[in-house]
């Protein structure tokens, strides 16, 4: 099962316990009119997407050591550039299906200025590694999940 939970009445503000990527982060989906009280799943944008060069010879490590994350909740992602999940693979349907009804599947547009703060948002923008958890993430429904994204670039 999937749980929300709603911020607080009153002005939205950005958790004030996190570092200065989510923070920054937050501040600029705020500027550009986004709130987290009105976030439409639906409105997250979809588009076709072909698997990369490094997705490619990603899965193939990935299939080969998938048994190492049995029972767990790992889910694992490829974004390009503007944040459309390209490649992602789940260690258990549990997991899929959880991100499945929020709308983070294959060919989701997950970037900044869509979703507000999220990993692959933050990581895009910032070109850093970053870690988003709980009420870090801009979207309700993502508040039960913990994602840790970094940008990869070809030299």
């Keep these: 099962m999937i749980t929300s939970t709603r911020p607080p009445a009153g002005p939205v503000q950005?958790?004030?316990?996190?570092?200065?990527?989510?923070?920054?982060?937050?501040?600029?989906?705020?500027?550009?009119g986004l709130n987290?009280?009105?976030?439409?799943i639906d409105e997250i944008g979809e588009t076709e997407v072909?698997?990369?060069?490094?997705?490619?010879?990603?899965?193939k490590v990935i299939n080969a050591t998938a048994s190492t994350?049995?029972?767990?909740?790992?889910?694992?992602?490829?974004?390009?550039?503007?944040?459309?999940?390209?490649?992602q693979w789940a260690?258990?349907?549990?997991?899929?299906?959880?991100?499945?009804?929020?709308?983070?599947?294959?060919?989701?547009?997950?970037?900044?200025q869509s979703v507000g703060p999220s990993g692959i948002a933050i990581a895009l923008a910032s070109g850093q590694p970053v870690t988003v958890s709980g009420n870090d993430h801009f979207n309700p429904l993502w508040r039960h999940l913990v994602c840790a994204?970094?940008?990869v670039v070809h030299p």
């Design 50 to 59: 072909e698997i990369g060069e490094l997705a490619q010879a990603a899965m």
């Design 36 to 40: 987290p009280e009105t976030f439409n």
């Design 149 to 151: 994204a970094s940008p």
């Design 69 to 87: 994350l049995d029972d767990t909740n790992t889910w694992i992602s490829f974004a390009n550039p503007k944040g459309a999940i390209t490649y």
């Design 14 to 32: 950005p958790p004030a316990h996190n570092g200065d990527l989510i923070r920054q982060s937050w501040d600029r989906a705020l500027h550009r």
């Design 91 to 112: 260690a258990n349907d549990s997991i899929r299906k959880q991100l499945d009804r929020v709308n983070v599947v294959q060919g989701a547009v997950i970037d900044e």
